[in-house]
């Protein structure tokens, strides 16, 4: 055999080497990757609460033949309100005026100006316990308006915390019972949106403000929800 024909020979058994080499290691120079599925679930968690404030609108409206004297009637009214609501133990920062509003009235046929109509509203926000003897002291100064009460926690924030804890607890259960009934196992969290959920609002009796009676309010439960919803890695 002539050298040429060597030549090619050996460089037809490196070719064949260099295939064989490359067959046998075939992921070399990229990362192996792996099957995993996504589960998607929403949790929720609740958490009782017993309310320990109350929160109430005194409003005063006034009549009068001029917007002027309309305004004027309203402001003497809406004072002696504020007053009394800051002798029943209420600071002059907790009190905030909310609405003031001045409008005419008019004839049947609504072309002429009988007169005019005012109103004043306060905001007022104090413990429970004080929230009937407000109403009370409030309408015997002129309020013929009263919007509440609006009930509330001051720990709310902490409740929440840990309404949320149940949520995710929640959600988790629902996520492995979906994965075990899928032949899979829940591996890790990849995302988690939070929603929340307002207090239910209470219902209490009708206002007794007769003279000597402390109109009732009672605290009764709210619910505090909060919500989640998680995706998981599933394998």
Same mark, same amino acid.
């Not at 409740?159 to 019972?177: F, M």
């Not at 009934?181 to 007769?210: F, H, M, Q, R």
């Given at each position: 055999?002539?050298?040429?024909?060597?030549?090619?020979?050996?460089?037809?058994?490196?070719?064949?080497?260099?295939?064989?080499?490359?067959?046998?290691?075939?992921?070399?120079?990229?990362?192996?990757?792996?099957?995993?599925?996504?589960?998607?679930?929403?949790?929720?968690?609740?958490?009782?609460?017993?309310?320990?404030?109350?929160?109430?609108?005194?409003?005063?409206?006034?009549?009068?033949?001029?917007?002027?004297?309309?305004?004027?009637?309203?402001?003497?009214?809406?004072?002696?309100?504020? $007053? %009394?609501?800051? *002798? +029943?133990?209420?600071? !002059?920062?907790?009190?905030?005026?909310?609405?003031? =509003?001045?409008?005419?009235? #008019?004839?049947?046929?609504?072309?002429?100006?009988?007169?005019?109509?005012?109103?004043?509203?306060?905001?007022?926000?104090?413990?429970?316990?004080?929230?009937?003897?407000?109403?009370?002291?409030?309408?015997?100064?002129?309020?013929?308006?009263?919007?509440?009460?609006?009930?509330?926690?001051?720990?709310?924030?902490?409740?929440?915390?840990?309404?949320?804890?149940?949520?995710?607890? $929640? %959600?988790?259960? *629902? +996520?492995?019972?979906? !994965?075990?009934?899928?032949?899979?196992?829940?591996? =890790?969290?990849?995302?988690? #949106?939070?929603?929340?959920?307002?207090?239910?609002?209470?219902?209490?009796?009708?206002?007794?403000?007769?003279?000597?009676?402390?109109?009732?309010?009672?605290?009764?439960?709210?619910?505090?929800?909060?919500?989640?919803?998680?995706?998981?890695?599933?394998?």
């Amino acid at each position: 055999m002539n050298r040429p024909v060597k030549i090619v020979l050996l460089a037809a058994a490196l070719l064949v080497a260099a295939a064989i080499a490359g067959v046998a290691q075939p992921h070399l120079g990229r990362s192996a990757t792996s099957s995993s599925t996504n589960v998607t679930v929403t949790g929720s968690g609740t958490v009782n609460a017993t309310p320990d404030r109350a929160s109430f609108d005194f409003g005063v409206q006034t009549r009068a033949v001029t917007a002027a004297e309309a305004l004027s009637r309203n402001a003497e009214q809406a004072r002696t309100i504020i $007053d %009394a609501l800051e *002798k +029943a133990g209420i600071a !002059a920062s907790d009190i905030q005026t909310t609405q003031v =509003s001045l409008w005419p009235q #008019t004839a049947s046929h609504g072309t002429r100006i009988t007169g005019y109509q005012t109103s004043n509203s306060v905001q007022v926000t104090a413990g429970l316990g004080k929230a009937g003897k407000l109403v009370d002291a409030a309408v015997r100064a002129g309020a013929n308006n009263v919007d509440g009460p609006n009930l509330d926690t001051a720990t709310k924030s902490s409740l929440y915390d840990e309404a949320l804890k149940k949520a995710l607890t $929640d %959600a988790k259960g *629902k +996520a492995q019972a979906i !994965a075990d009934a899928a032949g899979l196992s829940v591996t =890790s969290i990849v995302k988690v #949106t939070e929603g929340s959920g307002e207090p239910s609002p209470i219902a209490y009796g009708a206002a007794d403000t007769a003279v000597g009676a402390a109109t009732p309010i009672e605290a009764g439960t709210q619910q505090i929800q909060a919500f989640v919803t998680v995706t998981y890695s599933a394998a």
